[in-house]
Structure formats: structure tokens, C-alpha cells
């Protein structure tokens, strides 16, 4: 069983920055992809950013590309995503998924094994 967990979801002010973490624990955690993904109010979830089980090739929505970073550590079994110059609309509940993909995917069929999410708040 492979189990997800998500931390530093935080109340933050409009263009400052915060660091989501991600720790996938109970199987090989190089085997998978993981993606990150943020549900808003009323919105259906999205896609925010992935990356391939070997951290080389990495995949972002339009809105987020130029802001925020998906990185990995196989060691430590854990995702980050690094989230710069945060805007009111980033105020969601965010996601980590992980899941054998076609690299990197942004769908979210794609991923198995979630994690209960964690709140990001971005105030103006």
C-alpha cells in the first residue's frame, strides 16, 4: 500500500512564497511519478505541475510555469513544490498524487494514490 502525505499548506500574502512537501511512503518510490494538482473552491480539480520517476523531465500547467518548481528527492522519498510570486488565485486545496504515467503526465486518471491535501490560502 502506498501512502501519501502532504504538508506546508499555509495563509499567505499576495507575491509572497511558500514550499509544499510531499513524503510517499510503503512501496519504491522511484517507481512513480508524482504530480501535484489543487482543487478551489467551486473549480474542478486541476493540474499544477509533475515530474518523472527519475526526476528528469518535468511538466507544468500554462498558469504556474514561470512561478512555481517540481522537484524530487529519491533518498528522501519525498516531492516538493516551490511556489514563488503566489496570486489570489492560487488559493486552493493542493494535492500530491504518484502513479506509474506515461512521463510526467498532467491527467489525473493517471495517478493512483493521493494524498488528503493541503490548504493554501493567498491573501490580497
Known amino acids: 500500500q502506498v501512502q501519501v502525505v502532504e504538508s506546508g499548506g499555509a495563509l499567505v500574502q499576495a507575491g509572497g512564497s511558500l514550499t509544499l512537501s510531499c513524503a510517499v511512503s510503503?512501496?519504491?518510490?522511484?517507481?512513480?511519478?508524482t504530480a501535484w494538482f489543487r482543487q478551489a473552491p467551486g473549480k474542478e480539480r486541476e493540474f499544477v505541475a509533475a515530474?518523472?520517476?527519475?526526476?528528469?523531465?518535468?511538466n507544468y500547467a500554462v498558469a504556474v510555469k514561470e512561478r512555481f518548481t517540481i522537484s524530487r528527492d529519491n533518498a528522501k522519498n519525498t516531492v516538493n513544490l516551490r511556489m514563488i510570486s503566489l496570486q489570489d488565485e492560487d488559493t486552493a486545496v493542493y494535492y500530491c498524487?504518484?502513479?506509474?504515467?506515461?512521463?510526467?503526465?498532467?491527467?489525473?486518471?493517471?495517478?493512483?494514490?493521493w494524498g488528503q491535501g493541503t490548504q493554501v490560502t493567498v491573501s490580497s
Open positions: 510503503g512501496r519504491t518510490f522511484n517507481y512513480y511519478d
Open positions: 515530474i518523472s520517476a527519475s526526476g528528469h523531465s518535468t
Open positions: 498524487a504518484a502513479g506509474r504515467t506515461a512521463l510526467a503526465a498532467s491527467s489525473s486518471s493517471s495517478y493512483a494514490y
